[in-house]
Nanobody, 124 residues
Framework: QVQLVESGGGLVQAGGSLRLSCAAS????????MGWFRQAPGKEREFVAA????????YYPDSVKGRFTISRDNAKNTMYLQMNSLKSEDTAVYYC?????????????????WGQGTQVTVSS
């Protein structure tokens, strides 16, 4: 079983950047496809990005495409989310997740392991 821990959240002004990290322990990250999700107060969990096990394919919703970049370093057992041109609507708790079989990357229930989340707040 893999344990996931997010870091890198914080308070940033609109237009700024943050880089989130998701570190794995217990097992290596390499067998897992990975994803980022977010949840704002009073809203449902939302898909943010996903990446295949080898890092060659990525997925984004239109709301973050061109602003966010997901990447992974299997040697460091870490996944990243680079967030640029942040907007107030990006404010949420961001969660990383892992799955053995990435069949529907946008669906949270497809992921087996989750981190505890990191808060991102974008001030306008």
């Amino acid at each position: 079983q893999v344990q996931l821990v997010e870091s890198g959240g914080g308070l940033v002004q609109a237009g700024g950047s943050l880089r989130l990290s998701c570190a794995a322990s217990g097992r290596t990250l390499s067998p897992y496809a990975m994803g980022w999700f977010r949840q704002a107060p009073g809203k449902e969990r939302e898909f943010v990005a996903a990446i295949t096990r080898n890092g060659l394919t990525t997925y984004y919703p239109d709301s973050v495409k061109g602003r966010f970049t997901i990447s992974r370093d299997n040697a460091k057992n870490t996944m990243y989310l680079q967030m640029n041109s942040l907007k107030s609507e990006d404010t949420a708790v961001y969660y990383c997740a892992a799955t053995t079989f990435l069949t529907r990357p946008t669906i949270g229930n497809e992921y087996d392991y989750w981190g505890q989340g990191t808060q991102v707040t974008v001030s306008s």
